[in-house]
């Protein structure tokens, strides 16, 4: 995303949001590296939830979080 992703709106409304909320961190770092949250099942389930940042400050909803986490099913011995 490099310099591109400072010009998007959402990017500012993500940094305003962190912002009133309180949000305080070193902010070191590469700073250009998008995240993302992987659930992943046991044995052969697979990927039971991806999210990738889009840009920066995406926010996974955690709901779906605990939804996939729940379908976890424990590996027969």
């Given at each position: 995303m490099m310099m591109s992703g400072f010009f998007?709106?959402?990017v500012?409304?993500?940094?305003?949001?962190?912002?009133?909320?309180?949000?305080?961190?070193n902010l070191e770092g590469e700073?250009?590296?998008l995240g993302g949250v992987?659930?992943?099942?046991?044995?052969?389930?697979?990927?039971?939830?991806?999210?990738?940042e889009k840009?920066?400050?995406d926010k996974v909803s955690l709901p779906s979080v605990l939804e996939a986490a729940e379908k976890i099913k424990p590996q027969a011995s």
């Open positions: 998007r709106f959402g500012w409304q993500n940094f305003f949001r962190a912002w009133r909320s309180g949000y305080s961190g700073g250009f590296t992987y659930v992943i099942g046991a044995g052969t389930q697979g990927v039971l939830l991806e999210h990738r840009e920066f400050g």
